[in-house]
């Protein structure tokens, strides 16, 4: 889709679904998220004419917030060694294996290319293909997670299994697709647009308990159990083991034709020139096996063919431009299936939705260093430049971190530093025999020991924090908003979606700041704060926290009520999801000062952007807690050396309890909240929009 209408529809029933169905042309297909309730033009993101008009895109759609439709795709591909599954199989294996969909109202399609017919001979050219469920649900914003419960159940009920690509790729799959469960998907449902001399003879669309209630996911379909996820992944281990011979056999068949395939087209050959065969091989391999492009020449939409190395040369030309699938260039006859980010935190990345989605790095192939004696100064240069390179490497308050795809700071001992060196460097040791060449081997324990001595040269940028969505530096007013690394502020921010993100308006009207208020207290309006200044506070928490990593200093919160299960803790969590914390950190137990200190220091070193100290019954006071919210770094003598670890205090600090009072100092230096839910048993509340969700 390039170019056409967003039209909404309501559908009450099954019923009313299979009159959708029926009249919508080739022409037209379905999503089942919500962009608004008007009629509109919609564009793909590169056919846009300005950034206020609808697209299709993730940013643009969202589930509706209420009852939906959630589709289940079967799949014409059958399990090896079986035959493709027929309409009432697929019914019957999903009441297996979640019996109440027996008694769901649904619809039960055939897929789109199904039943085509000589019209003339009348001779069945496709018969019974895939199949397309549309289930009514409670809440449409569930779809997602019941999704991937629904594949683990089924993989669980024996309906799973895993497949070889072409590539040796080993590609986990069952009955259904569950690529398919996001707002903006299209779902071709109209029948086949037939040539001449070609009929589809399709049967009409299955309604099944067209009157009764919709499908209540949560209930019907809970995550697995500890148990059960045991069993899943030694079930899907087996499974991968199976074919795991078949995938290193098509994997080499595979790096061999690429192999061939270019050297021939130098006038080479394998045995001609070995060393060159070799070079090639190890990168094909390395690509497949861990995702990491360096030798791959990569296949633009156009037709023209990049380098790796030219690609990171030229970052910002390159930066979202469409690929080929970088193993499969032929996947599905689709030059657009792969996507250039070379604006990512971690390093620049190719994403290919072939298979699934796989995301590729993209590297300059390891340099080679061979190990001599007398030459350590040398391997420690080569150390710390491909360090510099790497783009997960940084110095932060003195500590040398890597961060992880997630966001997450991990401080770096003498073993990381071993590892990261074996990644990103290819050490070379001379054999014992006088004629013997240079062979593959380990990092010395001694280079990396001189990587950490290098302390003050490492020369790797400085981190300040790490943030997962755009913020604000409170001094100059400037919005960071570019995924990677902002050397002005030492702010790394690891964000894929900022691709989807279409910013802020220069000049905001009142209107624009009106409406997203509305959205910012929206999922908090129907909790009972106290009064105006309560609602300020929180208010004023919502908005500390995506800036305050770049605050030097910031007051904590606290929230705080007479009875158990008003909502303390999960106001906190909210905060913490907004601060940037996808699993929130919380302490309990917190009189102790040394104590205190110590789980301060923790958490600075991991960078977390937020923390909450839980259930607080008691009156507190804390020195430790005090001096880290008026000081901009906390330090602490390492135990067993003469010198101080430094962490900056820039978390979020959150508190909750009920009846909980502030001794000394923390009384200015934490701002309270108050909730009242004037119930007996608040914790049986429902709303009509889960806030940590949304």
């Known amino acids: 889709m390039v170019e056409g209408m967003y039209i909404p529809h309501q559908v009450s029933c099954p019923s009313s679904m299979v009159d959708l169905i029926c009249t919508i042309k080739c022409s ?23 950034s206020m008009v609808l697209t299709r895109t993730a940013d643009r759609f969202d589930w509706p917030d209420g009852p939906g439709i959630w589709l289940l795709d079967n799949d014409p591909d059958p399990r090896p060694g079986e035959n493709q599954i027929s309409m009432d199989g697929f019914r019957s294996v999903l009441s297996k294996a979640c019996p109440i969909f027996a008694e769901t109202p649904a619809v039960f399609a055939h897929s789109s290319l199904s039943f085509i017919f000589d019209s003339k001979t009348g001779r069945s050219l496709k018969g019974e293909g895939g199949h397309h469920g549309y289930a009514f649900v409670q809440d449409a914003r569930d779809i997602p997670r019941a999704g991937k419960a629904l594949v683990d159940r089924l993989w669980l009920a024996g309906h799973g299994y895993c497949l070889v690509s072409k590539s040796g790729q080993i590609l986990e799959r069952c009955l259904i697709d569950s690529s398919v469960w ?13 040539a001449e001399g070609l009929i589809q003879r399709r049967p009409a669309p299955l309604v099944v308990n067209d009157d009764a209630p919709a499908l209540d996911t949560r209930a019907a379909l809970p995550d697995l159990s500890a148990e059960e996820r045991s069993r899943l992944s030694e079930l899907k281990a ?22 061939h395939r270019i050297l021939t087209a130098q006038g080479k050959s394998a045995n001609s020139h070995p060393k060159e065969a070799a070079t090639i091989r190890e990168a094909y391999l390395t690509a497949s096996t861990h995702g990491d492009l360096y030798g791959p020449e990569l296949k633009a939409e156009d037709g023209a063919l990049a380098t790796v190395d030219m690609i990171l040369s030229d970052l910002d030309a390159w930066h979202g431009r469409r690929f080929h699938d970088p193993l499969e260039r032929d996947y599905d006859c689709d030059p657009r299936i792969a996507h250039l980010n070379t604006r990512n935190a971690r390093g620049p990345y190719l994403y290919s939705h072939a298979h699934g989605g796989r995301r590729f790095l993209l590297r300059r192939e390891r340099c080679g260093h061979p190990i001599l004696a007398g030459e350590r100064l040398s391997a420690i240069t080569t150390a710390l430049n491909a360090f510099r390179q790497a783009g997960s490497i940084f110095e932060r308050n003195g500590e040398m971190v890597r961060v992880t795809e997630d966001g997450e700071v991990v401080p770096l001992s003498l073993h990381g530093v071993l590892l990261e060196l074996d990644r990103h460097v290819r050490w070379l040791r001379k054999g014992k025999k006088a004629d013997a060449g240079f062979t593959p081997c380990d990092c010395p324990r001694s280079v990396a020991e001189g990587v950490l001595a290098m302390h ?23 919005l960071i908003e570019r995924d990677g690394y902002d050397s002005e502020t ?13 910013g802020i308006a ?27 200044v309560d609602r300020g506070v929180f208010m004023a928490a919502l908005l500390s926290a995506p800036i305050r990593v770049l605050l030097p200093t910031c007051p904590g919160f606290a929230f705080v009520a007479s009875t158990a299960g008003s909502g303390k803790s999960f106001l906190a ?6 601060a940037g914390c996808a699993v929130p950190s919380v302490m309990t137990g917190v009189q102790d000062n040394d104590e205190m200190r110590k789980r301060l220091l923790a958490i600075g070193r991991r960078g977390a952007a937020a923390f909450t100290l839980d259930n607080i019954n008691t009156a507190i006071g804390s020195d430790v807690l005090c001096a880290c919210l008026t000081s901009e770094y906390l330090t602490e003598r390492i135990l067993g050396h003469s010198q101080d670890d430094l962490v900056r205090t820039s978390g979020l600090i959150l508190m909750t309890g009920n009846n909980l009072r502030l001794k000394g100092d923390l009384c200015r230096r934490i701002l309270v909240s108050r909730i009242e839910p004037g119930l007996e ?14």
């Open 28 to 50: 037209e297909a379905l999503a089942f998220g919500s962009a608004g309730n008007e009629r509109q033009a919609i564009y793909s993101r590169n056919a846009s004419p300005s």
């Open 238 to 259: 087996r499974a991968r083991a199976a074919v795991a011979d078949e995938a290193a056999e098509v994997r080499r068949q595979w790096t061999e034709s690429n192999i």
């Open 506 to 532: 220069d000049h905001p009207t009142p209107d624009m700041v009106r409406a997203a208020l509305e959205r910012l207290w929206l999922p908090f309006k129907d909790f009972p704060f106290c009064g105006p």
């Open 182 to 194: 996001q707002p903006h998907r299209l779902c071709f449902s109209a029948g086949a647009a037939c």
């Open 456 to 478: 003050g040269g490492w020369g790797l940028p400085k981190l300040r924090a790490v943030a997962n969505a755009p913020t604000m530096d409170p001094l100059t007013k400037r």
């Open 490 to 502: 030492g702010i790394l921010i690891v964000c894929d979606a900022l691709n989807e993100w279409r």
């Open 573 to 578: 969590r909210c905060i913490s999801i907004l």
């Open 681 to 694: 048993t608040p914790w049986r509340r429902s709303f009509d929009l889960d806030p940590a969700a949304y």
